[in-house]
């Protein structure tokens, strides 16, 4: 057992020893941004990294997304079925960026890293997130509204999400 009370392997792979699919990702990311940091000039170490370097990551991710985010002059901005296309650039979905800061988050603190400095669980990375949600949400016409605490998940009339 680890210092967790966790099995080593718990929750990590499949009766077979393969890693899940999270767990995979995980890894993938991980490796990817310390790759990202070793390519800085110059390099950053690990032990140096900050928020700041998190979101120069994130805004170096956006060159690969695959989400049209419309800006505000475009004249399709603000819905969310454009009838035509259109030269606004391609960005990271917030769900992506933010699923991908969750695993970032549990590798760093799985890598030695401790909670008291994680770079991934700043406050300027959920403003970040945030502003980028809301940024996409206007974008594409769909309003995302807090949910109050105490409604149920299923309860259609404080859904303000719509998928077709």
Not at 22 to 33: A, C, G, I, P, V
Request: hydrophobic share 25%; glycine share 8%.
């Amino acid at each position: 057992m680890s210092s967790s009370g966790k099995d080593l392997g718990e929750g990590s792979s499949s009766p077979t020893g393969t890693l899940s699919r999270y767990e995979s990702q995980k890894r993938r990311d991980w490796n990817t941004f310390g790759q990202y940091l070793k390519n800085q000039r110059p390099p950053v170490p690990l032990s140096q990294c900050n928020c700041n370097h998190v979101l120069d990551f994130l805004r170096y991710l956006d060159q690969f997304g695959k989400t049209k985010v419309h800006l505000q002059g475009c004249v399709f901005y603000g819905q969310p079925e454009p009838p035509a296309p259109c030269t606004c650039p391609l960005r990271q979905a917030w769900g992506s960026l933010d699923a991908l800061i969750g695993r970032l988050r549990a590798a760093y603190e799985e890598n030695g890293g401790s909670p008291e400095t994680n770079p991934f669980a700043t406050s300027s990375i959920r403003l970040y997130l945030k502003e980028i949600r809301e940024c996409q949400a206007k974008a594409r016409g769909i309003p995302y509204k807090k949910k109050k605490k105490g409604t149920k998940a299923n309860d259609e009339s404080t859904s303000t999400i719509h998928f077709s």
